[in-house]
């Protein structure tokens, strides 16, 4: 069965961090790029930050470039993403998504399956 499960959210106080986890199973996650996303209440879902299947490469949205580290092990069939700084617009329910191909899209229609969510509260 084919499964995409986030885990490591939480309430954190502004300034804090988490790291959320992408467990791939039922198939490899080293085939296919990886993207987070985030939607908040009343607010369309929007791109975090997606990475390479291979070299590494990464892309992050303006609103979180030098606080997020996304990251991946393909031996573990995991993906992570490392949030730092954290501020109380960065709570959402926080999703991990796959795309079947080479480019690094941050656009939610161009992934293809999607984890279930981890709920991300920044508050104090």
């Known amino acids: 069965q084919v499964q995409l499960v986030e885990s490591g959210g939480g309430l954190v106080q502004p300034g804090g961090s988490l790291r959320l986890s992408c467990a791939a199973s039922?198939?490899?996650?080293?085939?296919?790029?990886v993207g987070w996303f985030r939607q908040a209440p009343g607010k369309e879902r929007e791109g975090v930050s997606c990475i390479s299947r291979s070299d590494g490469s990464t892309y992050y949205a303006d609103s979180v470039k030098g606080r997020f580290t996304i990251s991946r092990d393909n031996a573990k069939n995991v993906a992570y993403l490392q949030m730092n700084s954290l501020k109380p617009e960065d709570t959402a329910v926080y999703y991990c998504?796959?795309?079947?191909?080479?480019?690094?899209?941050?656009?939610?229609?161009?992934?293809?399956?999607w984890g279930q969510g981890t709920q991300v509260t920044v508050s104090s």
């Open positions: 998504a796959i795309r079947d191909g080479m480019e690094i899209y941050i656009w939610p229609d161009e992934y293809d399956y």
């Open positions: 039922g198939f490899s996650l080293e085939y296919y790029v």
